[in-house]
C-alpha cells in the first residue's frame, strides 16, 4: 500500500514523460519494498502529481530558474524500507538513486551531480496499525497477506483482495476498454 506525493513545477515533464515517470516509480517502489510487481500490487501503489504553478516552488527563498522535485514516499512499517539494518538502508538507498534518475530522466537531464541536487526523496514509515482503507486500519501481516497470499492469510487481506480485484482493477479494465 505504498504511496509517492510528487510535486514539482508544471510544464516540466510532457504528459507522455509524466505517465513513463509514474510508472517507472511504482515499480521502483515495489522493487525496492521487496514486493512482488502485479496487478494487485499495482492496484494498491499511488502516485498523485502535484503540478505546482510558476514561482510556487522556491530554493533559498526565491524562484529556481530550473525544475525541482520531491518525491514524498510512504510506506507501512515493516517492510523492506525498514529498519536501520544492512538491508533496509540498502533498498532506501536504492529507492532514492531510481527515483533520482527516473524523474531527471523524464526531464531529459542528464544524471550529473547538479541535476541530482534538483531531485529531493523522502521515506517515511506508518506505524503498524496506522495504515487505513477500505474504513478500516491495516496491520502488517494484513497488508503481506494482500500482496503475497502464500505468505498466510488474514480475514481482513481476503476482503480487501477481493474489493481490490473487483472495484480497483475491474474499474481500471472498464476506463481502458
Known amino acids: 500500500m505504498p504511496m509517492i506525493d510528487l510535486t514539482y513545477p508544471a510544464g516540466s515533464l ?11 516509480l511504482t ?3 515495489l522493487r525496492c519494498e521487496g514486493a512482488p510487481d502485479n496487478e ?6 499511488w502516485v498523485f502529481v502535484h503540478e505546482l504553478p510558476e514561482g510556487a516552488i522556491n530554493v533559498g527563498g526565491r524562484p529556481f530558474p530550473k525544475p525541482v522535485y520531491r ?9 523492506m524500507l525498514h529498519g536501520p539494518g544492512p538491508f533496509g538502508v540498502q533498498s532506501r538507498r536504492q529507492l532514492v538513486r ?5 524523474l531527471l530522466a523524464a526531464e531529459g537531464t542528464e544524471t550529473t551531480p547538479r541535476d541530482e541536487a534538483r531531485v529531493q526523496c523522502l521515506v517515511r514509515e506508518i506505524t503498524d496499525g496506522y495504515w487505513g ?4 486500519t491495516f496491520r502488517m501481516e494484513d497488508i503481506a497477506s494482500i500482496a503475497a497470499p502464500e505468505a498466510g492469510d488474514t480475514p ?9 480485484d473487483q472495484v480497483v482493477l475491474g474499474d481500471r479494465l472498464v476506463a481502458t476498454s
Not at 40 to 45: F, G, I
Not at 98 to 102: H, M, N, R, S
Not at 156 to 164: D, G, S
Open 156 to 164: 481482513l487481506a481476503m476482503q480487501a483482495r477481493e474489493t481490490i
Open 133 to 136: 482503507g477500505l474504513g478500516t
Open 14 to 24: 510532457s504528459p507522455a514523460a509524466r505517465a513513463d515517470a509514474v510508472d517507472a
Open 40 to 45: 494487485r500490487t499495482r492496484a494498491l501503489t
Open 27 to 29: 515499480a521502483a517502489l
Open 98 to 102: 531510481e527515483v533520482t534518475d527516473i
Open 71 to 79: 518525491a514524498m514516499v510512504t510506506v507501512p512499517e515493516g517492510t
